[in-house]
């Protein structure tokens, strides 16, 4: 998986700029699906009909990652910046970024904050190493996004990326749709855009397809790091049924396959129950009348950092997981 999981993470592909992503992705499926194709936001979608009259099963894992935009370019060529979903100030300080034209730079902020509390993106900016605004300028306009640098390697057991949130979930779907053979339901995956800045993908294509049941695959956070808030989730411990989150109760009859799933199939597996958060699940349960949705989600140490860590059986295990749920003829 850690070849496929490199080329995913290196694509560039902030959230409302998948296209890059989007034709990686589209490259790896095209072959193992019946049909293929955009829609007009741009989620991309491939449809594996199953051999009998069973349901429609939506799966669903985003393709955008977390980025910065900038706002302004000031007269001595350093340049400004707003985020893409969610950013934190403490950990974009010091980072380096790349542009989809493969400009990189280092992401500073202004030297006389003297309060590490008073740092805001508003008083951070990108050095690509110019000294005049009309250089940068040839370099970088007001409107380009930029995505963090880091490289993807596996060691000891784990995964340690850039945008694992949510390229691992993109990556299980593949892996996923490489195994379906002679699956009784029709399996409707689709690589949603724009999750970290709304869930505004998965809305819309949930509406067109209309699944009778959906699931998203997206990270989660983990309660396993020193001090951390207290969360039963752990890398390593199998994948999480998700229970609920901040935007989604996940509906009985998908929570209560998905367990059963795992318990038949001796799949390690453990319960999510977050108080923030959310996953594309959100936004596909109430689309088109209300869809049953849950999730299947990730651990995932050092969400929205460079440096994100999951571990490999866990994916594998998930892999496992939505296969004995989609080839599940009773749903």
Same mark, same amino acid.
Do not use: W
């Given at each position: 998986?850690?070849?496929?999981?490199?080329?995913?993470?290196?694509?560039?592909?902030?959230?409302?700029?998948?296209?890059? #992503?989007?034709?990686?992705?589209?490259?790896?499926?095209?072959?193992?699906?019946?049909?293929?194709?955009?829609?007009?936001?741009?989620?991309?979608?491939?449809?594996? /009909?199953?051999?009998?009259?069973?349901?429609?099963?939506?799966?669903?894992?985003?393709?955008?990652?977390?980025?910065?935009?900038?706002?302004?370019?000031?007269?001595?060529?350093?340049?400004?910046?707003?985020?893409?979903?969610?950013?934190?100030?403490?950990?974009?300080?010091?980072?380096?970024?790349?542009?989809?034209?493969?400009?990189?730079?280092?992401?500073?902020?202004?030297?006389?904050?003297?309060?590490?509390?008073?740092?805001?993106?508003?008083?951070?900016?990108?050095?690509?190493?110019?000294?005049?605004?009309?250089?940068?300028?040839?370099?970088? /306009?007001?409107?380009?996004?930029?995505?963090?640098?880091?490289?993807?390697?596996?060691?000891?057991?784990?995964?340690?990326?850039?945008?694992?949130?949510?390229?691992?979930?993109?990556?299980?779907?593949?892996?996923?749709?490489?195994?379906?053979?002679?699956?009784?339901?029709?399996?409707?995956?689709?690589?949603?855009?724009?999750?970290?800045?709304?869930?505004?993908?998965?809305?819309?294509?949930?509406?067109?397809?209309?699944?009778?049941? $959906?699931?998203?695959?997206?990270?989660?956070?983990?309660?396993?790091?020193?001090?951390?808030?207290?969360?039963?989730?752990?890398?390593?411990?199998?994948?999480?049924?998700?229970?609920?989150?901040?935007?989604? #109760?996940?509906?009985?009859?998908?929570?209560?396959?998905?367990?059963?799933?795992?318990?038949?199939?001796?799949?390690?597996?453990?319960?999510?129950?977050?108080?923030?958060?959310?996953?594309?699940?959100?936004?596909?349960?109430? $689309?088109?009348?209300? #869809?049953?949705?849950?999730?299947?989600? #990730?651990?995932?140490?050092?969400?929205?950092?460079?440096?994100?860590?999951?571990?490999?059986?866990? $994916?594998?295990?998930?892999?496992?997981?939505?296969? $004995?749920?989609?080839?599940?003829?009773?749903?």
């Amino acid at each position: 998986m850690i070849s496929l999981l490199k080329e995913l993470t290196n694509a560039y592909g902030p959230s409302g700029r998948e296209d890059e #992503i989007r034709n990686v992705i589209r490259e790896k499926i095209s072959s193992r699906a019946d049909e293929v194709y955009t829609d007009t936001l741009g989620n991309l979608i491939a449809v594996k /009909k199953g051999s009998g009259k069973g349901k429609r099963i939506m799966l669903a894992a985003h393709m955008d990652e977390i980025g910065l935009v900038a706002s302004y370019i000031d007269e001595k060529g350093f340049i400004r910046i707003s985020n893409i979903g969610g950013i934190n100030p403490y950990v974009a300080a010091g980072q380096r970024v790349k542009f989809h034209n493969g400009i990189t730079g280092c992401v500073c902020y202004e030297e006389n904050i003297t309060d590490f509390k008073d740092l805001k993106l508003e008083r951070m900016y990108i050095d690509i190493g110019t000294n005049k605004r009309e250089i940068t300028m040839e370099c970088v /306009k007001p409107g380009d996004m930029a995505v963090f640098c880091g490289e993807t390697i596996e060691q000891n057991g784990r995964f340690i990326s850039k945008a694992l949130d949510d390229r691992i979930g993109c990556a299980i779907l593949i892996k996923l749709m490489e195994k379906i053979e002679d699956c009784p339901n029709d399996i409707i995956f689709v690589f949603t855009v724009q999750e970290e800045v709304g869930l505004r993908g998965a809305g819309p294509a949930a509406f067109a397809v209309k699944p009778d049941v $959906a699931v998203a695959v997206d990270v989660t956070n983990t309660g396993d790091t020193p001090e951390c808030r207290p969360l039963a989730i752990e890398l390593g411990k199998g994948p999480a049924v998700m229970i609920k989150d901040n935007r989604t #109760i996940s509906h009985p009859k998908v929570k209560n396959a998905l367990i059963e799933c795992a318990e038949k199939n001796g799949i390690p597996y453990q319960l999510e129950v977050m108080s923030v958060g959310g996953n594309d699940a959100g936004t596909i349960h109430t $689309a088109a009348g209300g #869809i049953p949705a849950g999730a299947v989600s #990730i651990p995932c140490r050092y969400l929205h950092r460079p440096c994100e860590m999951v571990d490999k059986n866990d $994916a594998l295990n998930a892999v496992k997981l939505l296969e $004995a749920f989609v080839m599940n003829p009773a749903l």
